[in-house]
């Protein structure tokens, strides 16, 4: 296994050769213990003390370096989905393809915190990277405690303007998502992009409920609260500097059709997303920084 890993790490962060032979950083502490992979600074694993599995991870995931992971939270970044204009590929970009640099690494009461970083030099040659012609530092710090905290931060180092998309595409841990609920965007406007949502804007009334393929863009800079009376939980994500919240759930069809996940997965996660997406795309003025984040904190119902 080799990595460009040149920063000390504390006794509770150790390096390991995971799954696919990729490099990844094991957390262990009284308050959680946790999994970030190198490639595309990728959360993999989250269970806080005296919880269940948060973030999940699908059986079917391929880990290898030309490949995305299902699961975890993905970076999306430059793009969202297939992207503003025609031909962007891969989906979601090329941050979560890309190996991203570890800078910073430390262990405060238990609370760790681990800095990763990715510039345009970093992705050179990549697939995608042809298709953005853009100069960026992007930093990506992950705080792993009783409550998991994700910061995505974009410096335009050019003398352009220019916009990007940006989303932390979160999965989690359910029970049945037939019996979830997401509170909190009651009243929201969104966009269904799942099969006959139709083009036109609609508005959400009461929590969001799972009958089949879900796949929604809310316009909402707020809180979503994920009931899963199941596993007698909740999942609270709060946000900052983010107006979309993206709801997922592949349901029967879509999940048969991913080859990286497994047919009868589809009951046990569901997507809340932090996001910028579509006509809420981050405007970045040459020198400037913009930085969206999301924490997680989970407790008993």
């Given at each position: 296994?080799?990595?460009?890993?040149?920063?000390?790490?504390?006794?509770?962060?150790?390096?390991?050769?995971?799954?696919?032979?990729?490099?990844?950083?094991?957390?262990?502490?009284?308050?959680?213990?946790?999994?970030?992979?190198?490639?595309?600074?990728?959360?993999?694993?989250?269970?806080?003390?005296?919880?269940d599995p948060v973030v999940w991870m699908s059986k079917a995931?391929?880990?290898?370096?030309?490949?995305?992971?299902?699961?975890?939270?993905?970076?999306?970044?430059?793009?969202?989905?297939?992207?503003?204009?025609?031909?962007?590929?891969?989906?979601?970009?090329?941050?979560?393809?890309?190996?991203?640099?570890?800078?910073?690494?430390?262990?405060?009461?238990?609370?760790?915190?681990?800095?990763?970083?990715?510039?345009?030099?970093?992705?050179e040659g990549s697939a995608g990277a042809e298709k953005w012609?853009?100069?960026?530092?992007?930093?990506?710090?992950?705080?792993?405690?009783?409550?998991?905290?994700?910061?995505?931060?974009?410096?335009?180092?050019?003398?352009?303007?220019?916009?990007?998309?940006?989303?932390?595409?979160?999965?989690?841990?359910?029970?049945?998502?037939?019996?979830?609920?997401?509170?909190?965007?009651?009243?929201?406007?969104?966009?269904?992009?799942?099969?006959?949502?139709?083009?036109?804007?609609?508005?959400?009334?009461?929590?969001?409920?799972?009958?089949?393929?879900?796949?929604?863009?809310?316009?909402?800079?707020?809180?979503?609260?994920?009931?899963?009376?199941?596993?007698?939980?909740?999942?609270?994500?709060?946000?900052?500097?983010?107006?979309?919240?993206?709801?997922?759930?592949?349901?029967?069809?879509?999940?048969?059709?991913?080859?990286?996940?497994?047919?009868?997965?589809?009951?046990?996660?569901?997507?809340?997303?932090?996001?910028?997406?579509?006509?809420?795309?981050?405007?970045?003025?040459?020198?400037?920084?913009?930085?969206?984040?999301?924490?997680?904190?989970?407790?008993?119902?």
């Open positions: 296994m080799t990595t460009a890993i040149t920063v000390d790490l504390p006794p509770s962060v150790a390096l390991v050769e995971a799954s696919g032979g990729l490099p990844a950083l094991r957390i262990s502490t009284p308050l959680a213990e946790g999994e970030v992979y190198l490639h595309g600074a990728h959360v993999t694993g989250w269970v806080p003390a005296g919880h995931s391929r880990f290898a370096p030309t490949e995305p992971i299902r699961g975890g939270v993905p970076i999306c970044f430059p793009w969202f989905g297939p992207g503003r204009e025609p031909g962007m590929s891969p989906a979601h970009g090329f941050a979560r393809l890309a190996d991203w640099r570890l800078v910073g690494a430390s262990d405060d009461d238990s609370v760790v915190t681990l800095t990763f970083r990715l510039g345009h030099e970093d992705v012609a853009h100069p960026f530092e992007a930093t990506y710090t992950v705080v792993m405690g009783s409550e998991l905290t994700v910061y995505l931060a974009v410096r335009n180092p050019g003398d352009e303007e220019y916009s990007y998309e940006e989303a932390l595409h979160t999965y989690l841990h359910v029970q049945d998502v037939t019996a979830v609920t997401v509170e909190g965007l009651d009243g929201a406007r969104y966009l269904d992009k799942a099969p006959d949502g139709g083009p036109y804007l609609k508005t959400q009334s009461g929590p969001v409920t799972f009958t089949g393929e879900t796949d929604r863009v809310y316009h909402s800079s707020g809180s979503a609260v994920v009931v899963d009376p199941a596993r007698a939980r909740t999942i609270t994500v709060s946000k900052e500097s983010s107006a979309d919240t993206v709801v997922w759930n592949p349901w029967t069809a879509k999940a048969a059709a991913m080859p990286d996940y497994d047919d009868a997965e589809w009951p046990t996660m569901v997507c809340v997303e932090t996001a910028n997406a579509l006509d809420n795309a981050v405007v970045l003025a040459p020198g400037a920084t913009h930085t969206m984040s999301a924490t997680y904190a989970v407790s008993h119902a």
